[in-house]
């Protein structure tokens, strides 16, 4: 059973992910993380994460000890992924790395941008979690400023913005919801209630698939 959750950032998807991978004993792959260490690889090389050369080097020789680093999930370095995630030829690179996941036996739950159109196209259970773009940016703002960071809402509300503009606008694999992928909106949803809503789609979609086979052996 192979579950995508696509997304923007901050949508909840990775919490959510999570929580399903818990939820039904599969191993769980955050994919952006992989973007994120590649654009921190370029960073600590000295390099520029807009210089595609640098970031397919980066990508082809990715070091698994980057995952793990303390810079991984900082807000600075969240930008560099953003920028080297647009590169064609970086998304090639990682490509292979996220569909052996989702192969392996008995399934996986990956999360991220392009899962459900690219990486799993057949997945079992597709969820596009989404909310609106001031809601996105308060949750991040309330992160940075636990972790110490200082920058006013609407910094952060313009680099959400930003972000969205890249993911959406690129012209590989760009964030958007699959066509047969159910859309959960958490903008008005807590925690505990959007997983929860998460969980019954993903039954529906089980539902389904079962039904869909016994019509096919019939």
Request: aromatic share 2%; charged share 20%.
């Amino acid at each position: 059973m192979i579950i995508a959750v696509d997304g923007p950032a901050a949508s909840g998807k990775g919490t959510i992910a999570r929580a399903l991978a818990s939820r039904y004993g599969l191993p769980h792959l955050d994919t952006g993380k992989l973007y994120r260490a590649t654009g921190l690889a370029v960073r600590l090389s000295g390099g520029d994460p807009g210089d595609v050369a640098a970031a397919t080097h980066a990508a082809l020789h990715l070091d698994p000890e980057l995952l793990d680093d303390p810079d991984l999930m900082s807000s600075d370095n969240a930008q560099g992924a953003s920028i080297v995630s647009a590169h064609p030829p970086v998304r090639a690179a990682l490509l292979e790395r996220q569909r052996v996941f989702a192969g392996q036996p008995g399934g996986a739950v990956l999360d991220g941008r392009d899962i459900g159109t690219v990486i799993a196209p057949h997945a079992t259970a597709k969820l596009f979690v989404t909310a609106t773009p001031l809601v996105r940016a308060q949750r991040r703002h309330r992160e940075l400023a636990a972790k110490g960071d200082s920058r006013d809402l609407a910094a952060v509300l313009a680099d959400i913005e930003a972000r969205d503009a890249r993911d959406s606008g690129r012209s590989t694999a760009p964030l958007r919801q699959a066509d047969d992928a159910a859309l959960l909106d958490t903008s008005e949803l807590g925690i505990d209630a959007a997983v929860q809503r998460a969980i019954a789609l993903v039954e529906q979609a089980i539902a389904q698939a079962h039904s869909l086979d016994g019509q096919q052996q019939v």
